[in-house]
Structure formats: C-alpha cells, structure tokens
C-alpha cells in the first residue's frame, strides 16, 4: 500500500497538481513561490477553516471524500454568507507518514467534485508532517456588482428571515448540504438584506452574532421556526423538543438575514420563512409563542462551541 511515506512530500503535491486544470483568472496555479491571480475590479472576501481529525471528524465513521466536501462547503457558506462570488482556494493539509495515500487521494476527490460546480480553483497550499490528520482550506472569493452583507446593519422593525429547514443536522445535512451560494447573490439582488450570517453554530446563537454586531435585539416567534424532520427525529430520541433541536443544532449552514422587505416563502426555489423581527438593543432577544399570542417560551441549552 502506498503511504505519504512513499511518496514523500513533493510527491504528494504532485498528485495534486495532476487532479487540478487551472480555470480563469489564474496566472500561476500550483506549482511556484506563490500563485499569481488576476485580481478583479470588485471587493475581495477572503475566509478560512480547517478540521482536525478526531476533533471534528472520526476517520472510522465519515468516508474521506465526505470530509473534503464539508471542508469547502463550510468555506463556500462563509463566502455565501457575504454574499459573495467563491474563486480560489489554497489547502493546507497535516499529515503522517504511514498516511495510506489513497485516503488523501480520496479526500481530493470529494474536495474537488464540490469545487467543480462552484469554480472554484485550487491555487496552492502547504504540507507539513503531524501525528493526526488535520486540513484547512483558505478561499477567495469577489462581492458582486451588489456589494456584501455584513452581520451589523440589521435595524430595528426589519424583518428576520432563515432558508431551508433547521435542526437535526448531526443525522446527514452537516456532510452533504449544498452551501447557499447562489441563494444570497439572489438575496442581495431582490430584497436587499440589512444582515446575513450563515447558521454554524446553531440559529439561536447566530442570531445572537448579529444583534451583537448590530447593537439591536429580536422578537423570535417559536409556531414560526422551520423544524426539520431530522430535528424531530432527533429530539424522539433524547430529551430536547424539536424546536430546542432547530435552535440549537449546529451546522445547518443556512442563511439568517434581515431585510425591510415582506419576502414570500417561495420566490428562489429555495424555501425562505419569515421567523422574527429586529427590535431596540434594550428589548433582548426574546422568543415568543406566536404573533397573536406573544407569551414567552422558555428554551433551553446552548449552541456548539469549541471551548
Ligand atoms: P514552498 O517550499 O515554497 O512553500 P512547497 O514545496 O510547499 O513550496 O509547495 C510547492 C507548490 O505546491 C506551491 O505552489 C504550493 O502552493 C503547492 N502546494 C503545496 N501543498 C499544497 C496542497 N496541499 N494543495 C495544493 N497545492 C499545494
Ligand atoms: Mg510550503
């Protein structure tokens, strides 16, 4: 079995250089000092994330190609989550010697099928020797002739809104959601979003980021949150409701945004729910039952965090 150790370091970065064809806009891919792009007359974003083996996945349990898909999605979420247009990627990777390289081979695999339909180019990276697998993945990306969302202009009166469905993530969503790529260009497009974050570490906390950024509170309303059948899945499974499950899963890797705009469920093909409205600073964030009857619900635990 061929192992990192077999083909060394230059030898792995040549298995990767084989996989890639450099699209536009690269000058220089893989293979000097530094890459070279042609840098675009728009704003550019720029993110990153990595995963650590036994930390964010088990080896045992989640195929390779599964984790080299959600480490560009969770990426491509983060350039969604502004708005953006993701371009360029650089991937450091942490291995060991007796790495099979199949399994890394297999890790590009799933990487590069994701980066295929978004375009986006692998322009460089590094590799360094470490006692478990670890990877982290820079990309690059441009704001549209539209500008960027950031977390920190929701205003009070604005409305709240998520995509897609929330909770239960753990069951299947967290490894192959599609990131929201195309659904926040089309966001900044028609409805001219005061706010955006993509959900991570769960809608309650991301919420929070916002009103922080913001220096605004919310009004949630529960009867109004879009449960997923996974949440309810899960919470048939342990003692957590299935909405405590949709407040706080992480990574759901849907947008949260607020907008002054009334926004119709179903005008991107891709479900949109009205869920809040941003109020003073000095209300809170406050979860209510329903519109008609506002009565406090009590919510318990907390969203994902690393310490
Ligand atoms: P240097 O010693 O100058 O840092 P390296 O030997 O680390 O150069 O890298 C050689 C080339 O291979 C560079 O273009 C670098 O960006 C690319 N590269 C190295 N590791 C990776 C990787 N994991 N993925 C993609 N490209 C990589
Ligand atoms: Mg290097």
Sequence with gaps: MKTIKSVGEFGLIEQIRKKIKSGSGVVQGIGDDAAVIHPSKNLELVTTDSIVEGIDFLAKKTSPEKIGRKLLAINLSDIAAMAGNPRYALLSLGVYPNLPLSWVNRFLN???????????????GDVSRSSQFWASLTLLGEATESG????????????IYVTGDLGGSILGKHLNFMPRVREA???????????MIDISDGFFQDLSHILEESKVGANVYASQIPISSAARTLSGKDKHSPLEHAFHDGEDFELLFTSKIKIPTAVL???ITWVGEIVQSKMGLNVL?????????KISRKGYAHF
């Design 185 to 195: 260009q089309e966001i900044l497009k028609k409805f001219h979003p005061t706010s």
């Design 269 to 271: 093909g891709t479900k």
């Design 148 to 159: 960027y969302v950031s977390r920190s202009g929701a205003k009070p009166g604005d409305s």
């Design 289 to 297: 039952e329903s519109l008609k009857n506002p009565k406090k619900v």
């Design 110 to 124: 799933g990487l590069l099928k994701l980066a295929r339909p978004f375009k986006v180019d692998l322009i460089g």
